[in-house]
């Protein structure tokens, strides 16, 4: 399991996450990854960012941006994607 640092808040979670499963109060949690400057502006202040995902592309395009901490969820076959072969082929 790929895991990734949520923030700063010095722990790390799944870079794929199914919702209900972890606890999301201090992150910031968006619908899609088109609001760069919110995205970029939480990392900077040490909010982890957490992007709901109900596709492969979505989840690849969230967890390509760095700041993002990691992709929510709700089809559990999502939580088994190959980031590596969807990136690297």
């Known amino acids: 399991m ?3 640092w949520f923030g700063a808040t010095g722990r790390k979670v799944p870079a794929i996450v199914l919702e209900g499963t972890l606890d999301l109060s201090e992150a910031l ?3 899609d990854v088109s609001d ?3 995205i970029h502006a939480a990392h900077h202040a040490g909010t982890p960012v957490v992007v709901r995902c109900s596709t492969a592309a979505e989840v ?3 967890l390509s941006l760095g700041p993002v901490a990691c992709a929510l969820v709700t089809d559990e ?3 088994s994607l190959d980031l590596a072969e969807m990136t690297y082929g």
Do not use: G, K, Y
């Open 2 to 4: 790929h895991e990734r």
């Open 29 to 31: 949690v968006l619908d």
């Open 36 to 38: 760069r400057n919110a």
């Open 60 to 62: 690849h395009a969230a």
């Open 77 to 79: 076959a999502l939580l």
